[in-house]
């Protein structure tokens, strides 16, 4: 044991032994033994092993460590040697190549522009400061099961909050119904007289901006909207009206309303595109009451609220605690106001913080009146990109194992010469990753090209981050994953080859892995087929929102805005309008069945039946008497509202909806009331949609009222352009400091519906790109096999096979292929499909012609693809590949 | 190109080769001396890759000895001076030795000592 241990130690020895050149080894380990026991003779043997150690450390130079170990990293010759004959493997088969680097970069182009979006979505309210101590509260109602979630509050419900739960630090509200005024204007300078219009005001409390502390240009954030009456503009608009000025203390006129200016408290940064809120006018809410006991009333509910919490503070506990105000504050002013089941509903309702960040993309179920983002998309894009880059490093695989066969020679001989299985993985994987390199920079370029069309497909402004950090470590990084992910089968399974067996000519056809291409052939396929299939039913679903019949005729119907402007001239205008023979109707109301026009909300009870019974909750729509015929709605039973019928302004025309929910068997002259008038209920109208084709079709009723900001012109004209030029002419005369401005029913109806369509633009296009990549896959991958097969081909043609014979047996496998894949999808699609279709309560049915025309496209598709390289082979002469036998 | 320029580290090597001799200079003995010499210890990794290079410069040759009972049967790689390795030395030496004459204070003690000694 003792003798054992005076010997330098083992795993130094063996260490040494493997990094040291063979040609240094006597010497090297002759010295440091007799370095060892001299060292032994004055100090201990701890010493002597640890100083043994700290030579063999110090072997560890470039001179000495042997230069085919695999401790070298990176052996310049050999992998120069790699790279070149990548690049001539490369050129030899030009169409492999590009298949092969073209689908890839397809791919990751497809992918970065979904990376791009993704980021956009995610990166939503992320530049406000504290942002995780800023909450929007949220009115829960539990209607029977059914989640009610809302984000309106009355208007001293934030007072409320503030003074109860010291927790809160701030709260803000903003208003931003058309109905109080915010919404779009009619603005101009008060030293000028020329309006232009606007969008994007909105009433809000100095609080709010601080709780966002929006970045100011001009001014002050803690006094920008202190003081009744100013405004607060975005530095684009103060380009616009004050270039080159501090507009501070400067005054707008809006909506011509001369004796009560707004005051010019601040100019802001424009809100950036990725703040959930666009406006560009704050207007403050400083002593405005929009009436008299407005401010303190609780029975209507219509300011968004947000709150910032004390640091600490936990949201959760807070949102139980705030019940107290329903107690405290709603529910004493809803029994007072008779309502019976008002402390059966308080039970019901609970408040909720949602984090600002929150806001973009989880608020599916929440009525804001915003337009978000949704999370499901988020993740449904990312799953498309994530398949479409799968099936790009798919035809990397099949074609590399196809084309094994060719260089199985190639293996063999390496190996006989000496090269280690190893280095031929090194050998191939290099060579994947010089492809993979290649279609990155192909596919970045490629994506910074399609960016713009992509922005118009998404609805976004994104740009591409040339001069991000990160585009280059990612983009290698990427590189290597996608390499060596792609490269990783096919470079294990071409250097597992027999020398012996390759050079013998037995593994010919490279036929044996068939089963792992054909079972990503029909990946590809399947996921072809699905994308197909979303794309038709997202489309029939369009088609259907679009020409179903929702009511009204929206087709020739001219909206004219800001007529409110008009002032008395109304009728006159009306009249004037009148007079133009493309003109049919005429009728000035702001309630119109599409979005971006007056809402409102009121419970409805039979006459005398407020306190025993529940409300119908619905609207009431001010309108004029030509209303009904402008819209070309239908009179069910009853009556149009008639000029002549003084008793008329009390009277309304319920729709089918508010009918059948008040249970009229015969609802001409039945009485309702709105707890405040009585109406005579004179006629029924046809249920039609006002709201999206995602809801229900809800009570409503019209009546007779002045709402002047939206004429509404219904016409019959072939010649729109000329049309236009005569309204233009009448409006002139009537509103000469104002240009006229005009969208058309049917246009805004249909924009209603813009992110249905958004979605179905990007499906598709993502689904061709998968077609196209899948394609792509295929043609490289049956050219392979039929010039495989050439021989087989050729011996058939000269027994007498008709080129029908050799097509059929061509193409057979592969369409089996296809069929299988369209197997798979139809479940997939199927559930994917329903899933999206229960967003609408109106949708078309999924058909079982969708899926037989998706699978008959991708046949024809995979047929197209195969069937030009088929008869290629057909029409070759025999002899040309017989020959050489 | 190989490097022919003489550091002072390859230097002192050179010299303890020149010092050593026909049996004694292989690495493990140089690395010995060069610690006696200096009083500073050495890797016998660090000499044996100097002199390597010396090697690779045209400093020295090298022949494996003879095997002998010690190190367990293990020959060693003897180093010799060359004629160019000697030739480097003295220009290095020449090249200091003119730097000291125009040394103030010493230039004249070695004029001195010149004169009284040729």
Known sequence: MREQETIPPKLAQRFLYWFLRDDLAEEVQGDLEEQFYTRLEDSSLQKARLNYWYQVIQYLRPFAIQKTNYFTLIHYAMFRNYLKISWRNLSKQKMYSSVKIGSTALGIAACLLITLFIQDELSYDA?????????????????????????????PFAKAILDDYPEIEKVGRYNAGELFGAGSKEVRRADDTQNTHEKGFVYVDQSLIEIFQIPMVYGELSQALAQPNTIVISESKAEKYFPNENPVGKSL????????????????????????????????????????????????????????????????????????????????????????????????????????????????????????????????????????????????????????????????????????????????????????????????????????????????????????????????????VVGLLSGLYPSFYLSSFQPIEVLKGKLRRGSKSSYLRSSLVVFQFATSIVLIIGTIIIYRQMDFILNTKIGFEKEQVLLLKGTNTLGDKIPTFKDALLQLSEVKHVSVSDYLPISGTKTNGNGFWKEGKVQEDKPIYGQIWRVDHDYIKTMGMQIVEGRDFKNTIASDSQAVIINQKMAKEFGFENPLGERITNSGAIWNVIGVVEDFHFESLKEDIRPLCLAIGNSPSIVSVKLSTSDMRGFIQSITGVWDTFSPNQPIRYTFLDEDYASMYADVERTGNIFSSFALLAVIVACMGLLALSAFMIEQRSKEISIHKVLGASIKNILVLLTKDFLGLVVLAFLFAIPIAWYAMDQWLQDFTYKISIEWWVFALAGCMALLIANLTIGYQAIKAALVNPVKSLRSE | ??????????????????????????????????????????????????????????FLTSDMGKATAERGGRRKRIYTITAYGRRALEVSRDFKVSLWRQFPQFGFEFGRLNLNDF
Request: net charge negative; charged share 20%.
């Open chain 1, 127 to 155: 530049h406000i400061p504290d942002r995780d101590r800023i909450y929007r509260v949220i009115w829960v109602f539990n209607n029977e099961g059914d989640l009610e979630q809302d984000v309106f509050f009355q208007a």
């Open chain 1, 253 to 480: 006129v809006l909506d011509n309303n001369v004796e009560n200016p707004f005051t010019i408290g601040g100019v802001m940064e424009d809100f950036p595109p990725n703040f959930h809120l666009h406006y560009d006018f704050l207007m403050t809410m400083t002593e405005r009451e929009f009436w008299p006991g407005e401010q303190t009333f609780w029975r209507a509910s219509n300011y968004p609220t947000y709150v910032k919490l004390s640091s600490g503070a936990d949201p959760i506990q807070l949102s139980e605690k705030m019940k107290g105000i329903i107690d405290n504050y709603i529910l004493p002013v809803m029994l007072e106001a008779g309502i019976t089941d008002a402390a059966d509903n308080a039970k019901h309702t609970r408040f909720e913080l949602q984090p600002i960040s929150d806001i973009h993309l989880y608020s599916q179920d929440i009525f804001d009146d915003l337009s978000h983002g949704d999370i499901r998309f988020v993740w449904l894009f990312g799953t498309i990109a994530g398949f479409i880059l799968l099936i790009a490093c798919i035809n990397f695989i099949n074609l590399s194992t196809a084309k094994s066969a060719n260089r199985a020679k190639e293996v063999g001989l390496r190996k006989v010469v000496g090269s280690h299985r190893m280095s031929l993985i090194q050998q191939f994987l290099t060579e994947s990753i010089l492809y993979s390199f290649l279609a990155f920079v192909l596919g970045i370029f490629l994506a910074s090209f399609l960016l713009p069309y992509f922005n118009i497909l998404a609805a976004k402004s994104l740009v591409f981050p040339w001069t991000a950090w990160w585009l280059v470590p990612v983009t290698l990084l990427g590189t290597l």
């Open chain 2, 1 to 58: 190109m190989k490097e022919t320029k003489l550091g002072e580290f390859e230097e002192v090597i050179l010299l303890l080769v020149g010092i050593l001799g026909e049996d004694e200079a292989y690495a493990f003995k140089i690395a010995e001396e060069f610690k006696d010499q200096t009083g500073r210890s050495v890797s016998i990794g660090a000499v044996h890759s100097t002199l390597s290079r010396l090697e690779d410069k045209g």
